[in-house]
T-cell receptor, first 112, second 113 residues
Framework: NAGVTQTPKFRVLKTGQSMTLLCAQDMNHEYMYWYRQDPGMGLRLIHYSVGEGTTAKGEVPDGYNVSRLKKQNFLLGLESAAPSQTSVYFC???????????FGSGTRLTVV | QQQVKQSPQSLIVQKGGISIINCAYENTAFDYFPWYQQFPGKGPALLIAIRPDVSEKKEGRFTISFNKSAKQFSLHIMDSQPGDSATYFCAAIPTGAGNMLTFGGGTRLMVKP
């Protein structure tokens, strides 16, 4: 099925390690987003992109970096993981305007 | 500080009952209000949405009520079923670039058989 694919699905990191989460969409969407989901906090926007080669900060960008070198891919990087970054990360894409987002199935990250 | 406040955090309803989830917002730039449904291990999926120029929108058993003057909106699930058990998020999108969703904190709904 077409949609948003996130890899990996699960990961355990030690404090200070780095990793990259990959998001790929095959719907030719211009907009892509990274959210983190924590209990009682809903989903909070980390970074987003309004097109290939563009990125912008969201509500909680500290400790994360992103890149959008290709339209279909949006990468989220953690340079030095901290326990506060333990969360479920969701990638989403949209065609813009007020059309609905399509979300991936999430990456559960634990930092010990 | 959440721009969209959602209540309750959890809700238990008997099968056939009405589930009601409420949201409130402050930012008057919001002009589109979707609701998302999320099952365990899955990403959120768009359920129903409303614009502020409409006071009510109904799709099957799901109804959004919108009160622009009070800056509140709510989701009603009629004849609730065990298959409706999920986490529900209200959200809002402002006018302008970025098309960024701001989510409420979520409501975990359990419908008992």
């Amino acid at each position: 099925n077409a949609g948003v694919t996130q890899t990996p699905k699960f990961r355990v990191l030690k404090t200070g390690q780095s990793m990259t989460l990959l998001c790929a969409q095959d719907m030719n969407h211009e907009y892509m987003y990274w959210y983190r989901q924590d209990p009682g906090m809903g989903l909070r926007l980390i970074h987003y992109s309004v097109g290939e080669g563009t990125t912008a900060k969201g509500e909680v960008p500290d400790g994360y970096n992103v890149s959008r070198l290709k339209k279909q891919n949006f990468l989220l990087g953690l340079e030095s993981a901290a326990p506060s970054q333990t969360s479920v990360y969701f990638c989403a894409s949209s065609s813009g305007g007020t059309y609905g987002y399509t979300f991936g199935s999430g990456t559960r990250l634990t930092v010990v | 500080q959440q721009q969209v406040k959602q209540s309750p955090q959890s809700l238990i309803v008997q099968k056939g009952g009405i589930s009601i989830i409420n949201c409130a917002y402050e930012n008057t730039a919001f002009d589109y209000f979707p609701w998302y449904q999320q099952f365990p291990g899955k990403g959120p999926a768009l359920l129903i949405a409303i614009r502020p120029d409409v006071s009510e929108k109904k799709e099957g058993r799901f109804t959004i009520s919108f009160n622009k003057s009070a800056k509140q909106f709510s989701l009603h699930i009629m004849d609730s079923q065990p298959g409706d058990s999920a986490t529900y998020f209200c959200a809002a999108i402002p006018t302008g670039a970025g098309n960024m969703l701001t989510f409420g904190g979520g409501t975990r709904l359990m419908v008992k058989p």
